[in-house]
């Protein structure tokens, strides 16, 4: 089946520094990457749609300067967190579909913990 | 934008016992209604999925229903087991596949 991986699957960082995220899709080619955020004993919160060869769409709230979204080929998206600090600290998954009613697939999370 | 509301937030069951779990949303776009289990630290899996041009779904033990006119879906799990025990979402999409998550319920099924 597709898969979907992210790495990576945790990253400790310090306060001020930032933190890439890497989202592949393993076997097949993703039109569409999305990106999510959890906190601690909460639901999932679509942070924004990545789109191969064009720029990301945030979700309302979602900071596009701090949160930066490339995705430059149709396997590989990625989420850069930008001048971390502790209140980013979160569980980060990334979702990938290969057409419009294709299935939809996540990939395993990165926990972010920033001191 | 869509809103999901998930009901019961806490959900214990003892072995055997069905269990429940309801969602409602609100945007009458939306026409896909999937419904995950996520288990502490790792991806949310599909357990089972909806299409809004079907009511019901069942997949041995676990079904679906859903009611367009009332917009709201719920998850039916008979026969649990321990091993049932987790954090339940479900979701909803308006087609452009973007999900739009319950709150979750968390299922603990008593041996």
């Known amino acids: 089946g597709a898969v979907v991986s992210q790495h990576p699957s945790w990253v400790i960082c310090k306060s001020g520094t930032s933190v890439k995220i890497e989202c592949r899709s393993l076997?097949?080619?993703?039109?569409?990457m999305f990106w999510y955020r959890q906190f601690p004993k909460q639901s999932l919160m679509l942070m924004a749609t990545s789109n191969e060869g064009s720029k990301a769409t945030y979700e309302q709230g979602v900071e596009k300067d701090k949160f930066l979204i490339n995705h430059a080929s149709l396997t590989l998206s990625t989420l850069t967190v930008t001048s971390a600090h502790p209140e980013d600290s979160s569980f980060y998954i990334c979702?990938?579909?290969?057409?419009?009613?294709?299935?939809?697939?996540f990939g395993n999370g990165t926990r972010l913990t920033v001191t | 934008g869509e809103n999901v509301e998930q009901h019961p937030s806490t959900l214990s069951v003892q072995e055997g016992d069905s269990a429940v779990i309801k969602c409602t949303y609100s945007d009458s776009a939306s026409n896909y209604f999937p419904w995950y289990k996520q288990e502490l630290g790792k991806r949310p899996q599909l357990i089972i999925d909806?299409?809004?041009?079907?009511g019901e779904k069942k997949d041995q033990r676990i079904a679906v229903t859903l009611n367009k006119t009332a917009k709201h879906f719920s998850l039916h799990i008979t026969e649990t087991q321990p091993e049932d025990s987790a954090v339940y979402f479900c979701a909803a999409d308006t087609g452009r596949r973007a999900l739009t998550f319950g709150s979750g319920t968390r299922l603990q099924v008593q041996p």
């Open positions: 909806i299409r809004s041009n079907v």
């Open positions: 076997d097949f080619q993703a039109t569409t």
């Open positions: 979702s990938a579909v290969r057409a419009r009613d294709s299935p939809l697939h």
